[in-house]
Structure formats: C-alpha cells, structure tokens
C-alpha cells in the first residue's frame, strides 16, 4: 500500500494490511550451494558448463555443433594470418623509398589483410547461424524437459517442501538456455583468438604477455565474484518470487475479475504485489554497494597493469628494443589480445552465470526423476472386478495425522459407492489412494488381486475416469475438451453421446464453431461457458473414456436441478460396467449408492445403504437433517 494510503488508513482509524510474511526455510534447501565455494571451484565450472551445453547441443542439432566448434577454429586461424600479414605490411609502410613503392610492396600483405578479415566475418556470421538453429530447439528441449518431470513426480512430491520454489529457481535454467549457446560460442572464438594473438605477440616479445595477463585477470575476478553475487541475490528472491508470480495470475485472470472487484480487493491484492516486489528490490540494492566496490577495486588494479603493459610497449620502441614496425605490428597484436581476453572475461563469467543456474535445473531435474514413479511390473487390464484397501494409512508431509487412517474397503464392479463427510475428512485423499495416485504409507491397495505399490501405474490410469471437485478449464475447443488424452477417430459420433449425456448438446451448438469452438474467452475467437457448463463437459470428459473405475468428487456442485438430475441419472445408466464412486455434500445424492462410507478424521465411522444409515442416528443423520434445516 502506498504511503498515502497508509495515512489515510490512520485518519480513517483502520489498521493497515500487515506486509507479507517472511518465508524461513529450514533444512537441504535453506542453504545457497554457493556460500562455501572457493572461488577456484567456482571458475572451475566454466569448463563442465561448456561441456554441458556441446552435450546438449549434439542431441539437438550435430551439423551446427560442428560448424560452432569450425569457426573459433576458423577465426583463430584467420587472427594468425591477419597479424603475420600484418607484421609483413608494416616493414615496408615504415621503411624508406617513394610512398608509391612502399605501398605496392606491401599490396599482397595487406590484401591477405582484407583476406583474413572477411573469413573472420564469415566464420562469424556462420556461427551466427549455428547458434540459431540450436538455440529454439535447446529451449524448446530443456522447458519441455521440465514441464515433463514436473507432469511425472509422484503427486506426493508437490506436498514437499522447497519442491514449488525449487522449480522456479529451475525455470531460471530454461531462460539461460536462450543465451548459453551464443555466450560458448563467443567464449570459444574469443579463447581461440587471444591463444593466437598472445602466441603472436610472445614472438614478438615475450614480456608483453604476463603484463596482459595481468591487466585482464583482475577485470575476471571481479566479474567472477560480481556473479556470485548476483545468484546469492537470485537464491534469496526464489520463495517472494514464486508467491509474487501466483499472485500476479490469481489478480489478473479474468476468471477471478468479479471477485476481485467486488469485494474490493484490488488495493489490498496491490499492496501484497507492491510489498513483494519492494522485498526483491531490496535486496538487489543491498547488492549494489558490493558489486560496485568489486567492479571498482578490479578494475583499477587492471588499469595499473594495462598502464604498465602500454608503457613497456612505448619502452621497448623507444629505447631501440624493437624495430618500428614491430612496435606497430606489437600495437595491433596487443590489441587483438587485450580484446579476445576481454571477451574471454565477459563470456566466460557469463558461463559461469550460466552454470549456476544449469546446476539449479539439473538438480530439479534429478530430483523429479528420483519422485517419478518406480512401483513394479504389473499391468492392470479392464475389466476391473474388485478393489480392496487393507488397512490402508496415508499422512501428508509435514503433518501430525494421517489424512487416511486404517480404512478397509472393498469395491466390486457394477457397484456404486458414495463417501460423505465434513470438510478435510479424509474423502479425497481416500480417492487419492483408491486411484494410486498416492501410495499408501500402510496397509495396501489392489485392482483384482495386484498390489498398486507393485504396478504401472500408467496402467491403472488408463482404467481410470476422475471428476475432481477442481477441474481443468482447458484453453482447448470443445471437441478436445471432451476426448482429452484419449484416442479418438474422425467421427464425432462418440464426442456427441458424450455431450448428449451430460445435457450439453444445446449449449454446444449455440457456439460460434460448435465442436471447434476455441473455449478461451481470453483469446481473439474464443467462447466461454458458465461454471455449470464447465463441470458438464469435465463429466463429459470420464464418460467418454468409459474408464473400469469412475470417480466424481462433488460432480454437479455448480449445475442446476435439471443438469444434475441427468448426470445421476447416465451414472446409474452406465454403472453396471464399472466401480463408481460418488463424493459428495448432497446427501440427497447418495440414493443412488448401492452402499455409502461416511469418513471422520480420516477414518470410516458409518456405512451401509442410505435408509440404513438415515435412521441410524450417526454422522450421517445428522448432516442429513442439517442440509434439510432451511
């Protein structure tokens, strides 16, 4: 909230918003892998950063691999040309005779000259090229890498801490990869050029070359260090990053622009971005001080040694240690160095940058593929007949009691099961488990007889239909909407049935586009449906996969009367080829259940058929009658 806002907050007599919490992590991922490193161990993985990414460009695209490794080669060669046909040039610009003569006798030197320049600026213009046909497809490889493994984990992984924010920090390994390849390809040519240059100019006098050491490593140094920095700054901005950036989609996506607006939130919503933002924001300026007293402090001592190097360059001519001409030749080579070393600096501490941010990806990517799921061999086919759990117990991370705690259940094709309960009984996370979604940390699950913990479970899913009480609004059209991930042929003969049992044919038909409307009111052409419409097509979605298990966790929650009446009616159409579980507040639902669990704390208090349980006097009873009470 801006400081005049808080003012009025004062005048008005309101207590302002308090600022966003600090968020303290304990434990692997409180501490910066960068904190204890030796600077030389830093630069050290310059070269395994560089060996990385030749890695990852080979798998992409070989042929520009090669020419990227050709032109450093190339250009350094031409750099060796162009300084002999140099040296060779100036005996003859600085000797003695007629202007006319001295200038012919230097002609083909200095056409080798020109020569050796535009090969440089082809080779250039090659690795160019190279770099942009590796570099969308790196991109595109390493984000899709990460998008994958974040789409594989087992779902428990996101329960864990620092899981969230360890992504985001991988995110950031993505983004480098626009620049990495160009920045290697630099670092090479550069490192290729000051070999030859400084090779150049020992010949010439080997005195030159510690002092242009000397004057750029200083410059490499600070920029080393400058680096370090910067990524502990990046380290400690991870966790506000990540809140600022759900916090930016959940107050600008149309989807929640009603409610932002009316209950007045859009001041309170800015402050918490503002209060994020400033939080980043300082601790890039307490940076500030620092990285200016590395940049300042390397580069004046890399001053005095460029001084130095000049003034021994002057010394040599003018005290007759060279000829002219080789001080001329001296002056070109010591700027063709001091330009490559430069170049060696900054691309270099760019790699460096790069490799920090490279090591944080590959260490997402490690540890998503540690999570993804490793179970067993077995394969579970349709159809499904019975499923058990065996005193099954599961416990979030993190919390003191198991969100599932001894439940025992058997539920055999054909049948319908309705679990009830209060919120955070334990009735999703019981789904959860039936699904193998989550693996229980007790007891056991099984699909006709094979333990989920010893299965596939890509072949669990495939028997699998799930209406979650929060579902997808795919940016999709409709016909894509219905039949997502499944096989599907050109006739929409299957899609209609599937629209046609949920009601929603009409509603389909009044698009712009019918089955190819685009369902995305936020891009040019698309429609949108009411959130009723929306849980019609997510149950339209599990009918067409005609899954062995059906699950629908609050199914008809936001439908009218007549659009959840069909829904329960199709269930009870199609249930007698499948398990189906109904979860749901509606008591008055359950009717349909040929036998109803009611869960507390976890645990199953109740069950039986539903005039069983209304007369029984238990849980179930009462929230019957409390949902009667208007």
Same mark, same amino acid.
Request: with cysteine; charged share 20%; glycine share 6%.
């Given at each position: $909230?801006?400081?005049?806002?808080?003012?009025?907050?004062?005048?008005?007599?309101?207590?302002?918003?308090?600022?966003?919490?600090?968020?303290?992590?304990?434990?692997?991922?409180?501490?910066n892998?960068?904190?204890?490193?030796?600077?030389?161990? *830093?630069?050290?993985?310059?070269?395994?950063?560089?060996q990385?990414?030749?890695?990852?460009?080979?798998?992409?695209?070989?042929?520009?691999?090669?020419?990227?490794?050709?032109?450093?080669?190339?250009? #350094?060669?031409?750099? +060796?040309?162009?300084? &002999?046909?140099? &040296?060779?040039? $100036?005996?003859?610009?600085?000797?003695?005779?007629?202007?006319?003569?001295?200038?012919?006798? +230097?002609?083909p030197?200095?056409?080798?000259?020109?020569?050796?320049?535009?090969?440089?600026?082809?080779?250039?213009?090659?690795?160019?090229?190279?770099?942009?046909? @590796?570099?969308?497809?790196?991109?595109?490889?390493?984000?899709?890498?990460?998008?994958?493994?974040?789409?594989?984990?087992?779902?428990?992984?996101?329960?864990?801490?620092?899981?969230?924010?360890?992504?985001?920090?991988?995110? $950031?390994?993505?983004?480098?990869?626009?620049?990495?390849?160009?920045? +290697?390809?630099?670092?090479?040519?550069?490192?290729?050029?000051?070999?030859?240059?400084? #090779?150049?100019?020992?010949?010439?006098?080997?005195?030159?070359?510690?002092?242009?050491?000397?004057?750029?490593?200083?410059?490499?140094?600070?920029?080393?260090?400058?680096?370090?920095?910067?990524?502990?700054?990046h380290? &400690?901005?991870?966790?506000?990053?990540?809140?600022?950036?759900?916090?930016?989609?959940?107050?600008?996506?149309?989807?929640?622009?009603?409610?932002?607006?009316?209950?007045?939130?859009?001041?309170?919503?800015?402050?918490?971005?503002?209060?994020?933002s400033?939080?980043?924001?300082?601790?890039?300026?307490?940076?500030a001080?620092?990285? /200016?007293?590395?940049? *300042?402090?390397?580069?004046?001592?890399?001053?005095?040694?460029?001084?130095?190097?000049?003034?021994?360059?002057?010394?040599?001519?003018?005290?007759?240690?060279?000829?002219?001409? *080789?001080?001329?030749?001296?002056?070109?080579?010591?700027?063709?160095?001091?330009?490559?070393?430069?170049?060696?600096?900054?691309?270099?501490?760019?790699?460096?940058?790069?490799?920090l941010?490279?090591?944080?990806?590959?260490a997402?990517?490690?540890?998503?593929?540690?999570?993804?799921?490793?179970?067993?061999?077995?394969? @579970? +086919?349709?159809?499904?007949?019975?499923?058990?759990?065996?005193?099954?117990?599961?416990?979030?991370?993190?919390?003191d009691?198991?969100?599932?705690?001894?439940v025992?259940?058997?539920?055999?094709?054909?049948? @319908?099961?309705?679990?009830? #309960?209060?919120?955070?009984?334990?009735k999703?996370?019981?789904?959860? /488990?039936?699904?193998?979604?989550?693996?229980?940390?007790?007891?056991?699950?099984?699909?006709? #007889?094979?333990?989920? &913990?010893?299965?596939?479970?890509?072949?669990?899913?495939?028997?699998?239909?799930?209406?979650?009480?929060?579902?997808?609004?795919?940016? /999709?059209?409709?016909?894509?909407?219905?039949?997502?991930?499944?096989?599907?042929?050109?006739?929409?003969?299957?899609?209609?049935?599937?629209?046609?049992?949920?009601? $929603?044919?009409?509603?389909?038909?009044?698009?712009?586009?019918?089955?190819?409307?685009?369902?995305?009111?936020? @891009?040019?052409?698309?429609?949108?449906?009411?959130?009723?419409?929306?849980?019609?097509?997510?149950?339209?979605?599990?009918?067409?996969?005609?899954?062995?298990?059906l699950?629908?966790?609050?199914?008809?929650?936001?439908?009218?009367?007549?659009?959840?009446?069909?829904?329960?009616?199709?269930?009870?159409?199609?249930?007698?080829?499948?398990?189906?579980?109904?979860?749901?507040?509606?008591?008055?639902?359950?009717?349909?259940?040929?036998?109803?669990?009611?869960?507390?704390?976890?645990?199953?208090?109740?069950?039986?058929?539903?005039?069983?349980?209304?007369?029984?006097?238990?849980?179930?009873?009462? *929230?019957?009658?409390?949902s009667?009470?208007?």
């Amino acid at each position: $909230m801006s400081t005049a806002g808080t003012r009025e907050s004062k005048q008005n007599g309101t207590v302002p918003p308090p600022p966003p919490a600090e968020i303290q992590y304990t434990g692997e991922y409180s501490v910066n892998p960068l904190g204890e490193a030796s600077l030389r161990r *830093l630069c050290a993985q310059v070269p395994k950063v560089l060996q990385r990414i030749i890695v990852m460009s080979w798998r992409i695209d070989r042929r520009a691999v090669l020419f990227l490794l050709a032109c450093p080669v190339v250009t #350094g060669a031409a750099a +060796a040309v162009l300084l &002999a046909a140099t &040296a060779r040039a $100036m005996r003859p610009l600085f000797g003695t005779g007629a202007v006319a003569d001295r200038l012919h006798e +230097a002609l083909p030197a200095l056409v080798v000259v020109g020569v050796a320049a535009a090969v440089t600026r082809v080779a250039t213009i090659v690795a160019t090229y190279a770099e942009r046909r @590796i570099t969308p497809r790196l991109t595109t490889e390493t984000d899709t890498a990460l998008v994958a493994a974040v789409c594989r984990v087992e779902a428990s992984a996101y329960a864990v801490d620092g899981f969230s924010d360890r992504q985001e920090a991988a995110e $950031m390994g993505v983004i480098r990869t626009h620049v990495m390849v160009a920045d +290697a390809q630099r670092f090479l040519s550069a490192l290729v050029r000051m070999v030859t240059a400084a #090779g150049a100019l020992s010949v010439l006098n080997p005195l030159m070359l510690p002092l242009l050491l000397l004057a750029v490593l200083p410059a490499g140094v600070g920029a080393v260090l400058t680096a370090r920095v910067d990524y502990e700054i990046h380290y &400690a901005n991870i966790a506000d990053r990540n809140v600022r950036g759900m916090m930016r989609w959940w107050s600008t996506s149309s989807k929640y622009g009603d409610e932002v607006r009316a209950n007045s939130m859009t001041d309170y919503l800015l402050f918490w971005y503002r209060s994020l933002s400033d939080r980043c924001d300082r601790r890039n300026l307490a940076a500030a001080p620092r990285t /200016l007293r590395i940049q *300042l402090l390397s580069s004046f001592v890399a001053g005095i040694f460029l001084v130095a190097t000049w003034g021994g360059l002057a010394w040599l001519a003018t005290t007759g240690r060279i000829a002219l001409a *080789l001080a001329a030749t001296a002056v070109v080579a010591v700027q063709t160095t001091l330009a490559a070393l430069s170049q060696v600096i900054v691309n270099g501490a760019a790699l460096f940058h790069t490799s920090l941010y490279l090591s944080d990806m590959q260490a997402f990517l490690d540890d998503a593929e540690a999570r993804a799921p490793k179970r067993g061999p077995l394969a @579970i +086919a349709a159809p499904v007949e019975v499923i058990r759990l065996e005193e099954a117990v599961y416990q979030y991370p993190g919390k003191d009691a198991p969100a599932v705690d001894s439940v025992s259940l058997t539920l055999r094709r054909g049948e @319908i099961l309705a679990i009830v #309960g209060v919120n955070g009984s334990g009735k999703s996370t019981l789904t959860r /488990l039936i699904t193998g979604i989550y693996l229980a940390d007790k007891g056991r699950v099984t699909w006709n #007889g094979s333990d989920l &913990a010893e299965t596939d479970p890509a072949t669990v899913w495939q028997q699998t239909g799930l209406v979650p009480q929060i579902f997808a609004q795919w940016p /999709l059209r409709v016909r894509e909407n219905v039949t997502l991930g499944q096989p599907r042929t050109q006739d929409d003969g299957p899609v209609w049935d599937a629209v046609d049992a949920v009601g $929603m044919r009409e509603a389909v038909e009044d698009l712009p586009a019918g089955l190819d409307s685009l369902l995305a009111r936020e @891009i040019f052409g698309g429609a949108e449906l009411s959130g009723g419409q929306w849980q019609r097509l997510a149950c339209s979605r599990v009918l067409y996969r005609r899954p062995s298990l059906l699950i629908l966790d609050e199914p008809t929650s936001q439908m009218d009367p007549r659009g959840e009446h069909q829904v329960f009616e199709q269930i009870k159409t199609i249930a007698a080829d499948r398990i189906t579980i109904v979860v749901t507040h509606r008591l008055e639902n359950t009717k349909i259940a040929d036998h109803i669990i009611v869960m507390e704390h976890g645990q199953i208090t109740e069950q039986g058929c539903y005039d069983d349980l209304v007369h029984a006097g238990g849980t179930f009873a009462e *929230l019957l009658e409390l949902s009667q009470d208007r």
